[in-house]
């Protein structure tokens, strides 16, 4: 039986260096116009082996779900997010997508710029491994530095890091314990590590990803 894959985007967090919300700053590629949370999910949503997407909201929750409302994704509320970090929001989606999945992939919203390609890798490496390794923690890595995403196999590493907060420095720390179950699916996509918390970001993603930025 395949495992069930379960793929958890980060939307929670407050952008309070930008005028109005990132994950709703729109760029435009390949003809289209999309907002950066859907030029993440999409992509999700568009591989066959993810089993379900689940995207976790927080700040401006109602315009994140409205943006998203037509693709097949489920929504959970984390009513934490502007009192204890990413971390809460990891483990909120980590809480639902324990229900069924036996891997778990975590993305943030704001690294929408890898390409589906380079999640589809990660997700065919985790399926395959698997097979032989069951419990192990997979990075998505270009030029020796680690990204995401970061996929989890088993329901053990799994409640583990349901146990993960800021005060243990959130993933990095869940990493940083289990380093003999790290593994790293090589990536020649700068999108594994481009973040965008700055206009200054996204206006640099206009030359390094080619696209044009709405204001």
């Keep these: 039986m395949t495992p069930f894959t379960s793929a958890v985007v980060l939307a929670a967090g407050a952008s309070r260096r930008f005028k109005d919300n990132k994950l709703l700053q729109r760029v435009v590629i390949g003809g289209r116009t999309l907002s950066l949370i859907r030029l993440l999910v999409e992509k999700l949503c568009s591989i066959s082996k993810v089993s379900e997407v689940i995207v976790v909201v927080g700040?401006?929750?109602e315009r994140v779900i409205e943006e998203l409302r037509d693709l097949n994704v489920q929504f959970i509320y984390n009513k934490d997010y502007s009192t204890k970090g990413m971390s809460s929001s990891v483990k909120a989606g980590l809480s639902k997508a324990l229900e069924r999945a036996d891997i778990v992939l975590i993305h943030?919203?704001?690294?929408?710029?890898?390409?589906?390609?380079?999640?589809?890798?990660?997700?065919?490496m985790a399926l395959e491994l698997h097979k032989e390794l069951h419990e192990f923690i997979l990075i998505a890595r270009y030029s020796g530095r680690s990204g995401h995403p970061v996929i989890i196999s088993s329901k053990n590493l799994i409640k583990e890091a349901l146990s993960i907060?800021?005060?243990?420095?959130?993933?990095?720390?869940?990493?940083?314990?289990?380093t003999d179950k790290v593994l790293y699916c090589e990536?020649?996509?700068?999108?594994?590590?481009?973040?965008?918390?700055?206009?200054e970001d996204l206006a640099k993603a206009e030359e390094v990803f080619k696209v044009k930025w709405v204001h």
């Design 59 to 61: 700040h401006e929750a």
């Design 108 to 124: 943030p919203g704001d690294i929408p710029f890898i390409s589906r390609e380079t999640i589809s890798k990660c997700v065919k």
């Design 165 to 178: 907060s800021e005060e243990t420095l959130g993933l990095k720390g869940f990493i940083a314990k289990n």
């Design 187 to 199: 990536a020649k996509d700068l999108g594994v590590l481009f973040d965008v918390d700055t206009p």
